[in-house]
Nanobody, 124 residues
Framework: QVRLVESGGGLVQAGGSLRLSCAAS????????MGWFRQAPGREREFVAR????????DYAESVKGRFTISRANAENTVYLQMNSLKPEDTAVYFC?????????????????WGQGIQVTVSS
């Protein structure tokens, strides 16, 4: 019942920034943990960040700590991922996910709903 649509991706040079947005429609998601994941060519989908329903708690993969910031605007049912100091290894398709079905939100199987994914490419 929840539809997620990512936006804000694109091509940037190393050291640049992008802000991804994930807009949700349907059932409200304001009380649920949401996450960002990414999948690079030839690799498995990996955890990037998660945020609590209240927005008080954010967690990050070690590879993005200090560079990425997850936030949410619950009134608009939107979650963001601010990505700074981008590196070529950040190149991937990024997905947002919503509504935990199990676990704590650090695994892809923890979520019921997923966006279609959006490409982020960082040139060297």
């Amino acid at each position: 019942q929840v539809r997620l649509v990512e936006s804000g991706g694109g091509l940037v040079q190393a050291g640049g920034s992008l802000r991804l947005s994930c807009a949700a429609s349907g059932r409200p998601i304001t009380t649920s943990t949401m996450g960002w994941f990414r999948q690079a060519p030839g690799r498995e989908r990996e955890f990037v960040a998660r945020i609590s329903g209240s927005g008080d708690t954010g967690d990050y993969a070690e590879s993005v700590k200090g560079r990425f910031t997850i936030s949410r605007a619950n009134a608009e049912n939107t979650v963001y991922l601010q990505m700074n100091s981008l590196k070529p290894e950040d190149t991937a398709v990024y997905f947002c996910a919503a509504r935990l079905r199990r676990g704590s939100g650090s695994l892809s199987g923890d979520y019921y709903y997923w966006g279609q994914g959006i490409q982020v490419t960082v040139s060297s």
